[in-house]
């Protein structure tokens, strides 16, 4: 009767949860069949609990993930959430976040998860507290130019030397915003080097 009730609790929780999910689709639940088993196959072989997975589909598609493309995004993400032992819903919205920021499209989520991974793996610091501030800075990256790749290792090399990661993120903003708009001083200099 006990696990008969569990079984049952589980089962109201999850339908729950994807009548949530359901609200950020243009498609009925009933039409999301499909969908709906497909989230109960891949919470069968996943590390995550079916409540971690639901939250992580739900913000990723909030965020503007497709829902037919978000359990492929999911698989990228859990993998680097198990690699940075971080949270799976921690570790989506920071790949998610960064893919919007760059205008990137899902098909690029591994690459993204990679940088995140060797910035955590060569610097000191962790997945969570890049989750936490990260989007604070890849907004200016972008309009400075500078490529994910190169924002990861200026992190990395900058935790790395000791400064704390939002330290690191606070700097790394301050100076690309220098270069977005220069002082009135360092604009002349610049002028007067024949620089733009």
Do not use: H, M, W
Not at 19 to 47: C, H
Not at 100 to 114: P, R, T, V
């Amino acid at each position: 009767a006990a696990v008969t009730g569990f079984a049952i609790g589980a089962a109201d929780k999850f339908d729950a949860s994807f009548r949530e999910i359901a609200t950020l689709t243009d498609q009925s639940v009933e039409g999301l069949g499909d969908f709906r088993q497909a989230i109960l196959d891949y919470a069968s072989g996943s590390t995550q609990s079916l409540e971690k997975i639901t939250g992580a589909l739900y913000n990723a598609i909030s965020a503007g993930v497709d829902y037919n493309d978000s359990l492929k995004l999911l698989n990228t993400t859990e993998k680097l959430s198990v690699a940075g032992k971080a949270e799976l819903n921690q570790t989506t919205l920071a790949v998610v976040s960064t893919l919007n920021a760059y205008g990137e499209s899902i098909d690029q989520a591994k690459k993204y998860s990679d940088v995140l991974f060797q910035t955590v793996k060569l610097g000191q610091t962790t997945l969570p507290e890049l989750s936490s501030g990260l989007s604070g800075v890849t907004s200016t990256a972008v309009l400075a130019g500078v490529p994910f790749e190169q924002l990861g290792a200026a992190i990395a090399t900058l935790t790395a030397a000791g400064a704390p990661t939002s330290e690191a993120l606070t700097r790394i903003n301050a100076l690309l915003s220098a270069i977005i708009k220069p002082s009135g001083e360092a604009a002349d200099l610049a002028k007067e080097l024949g620089l733009q």
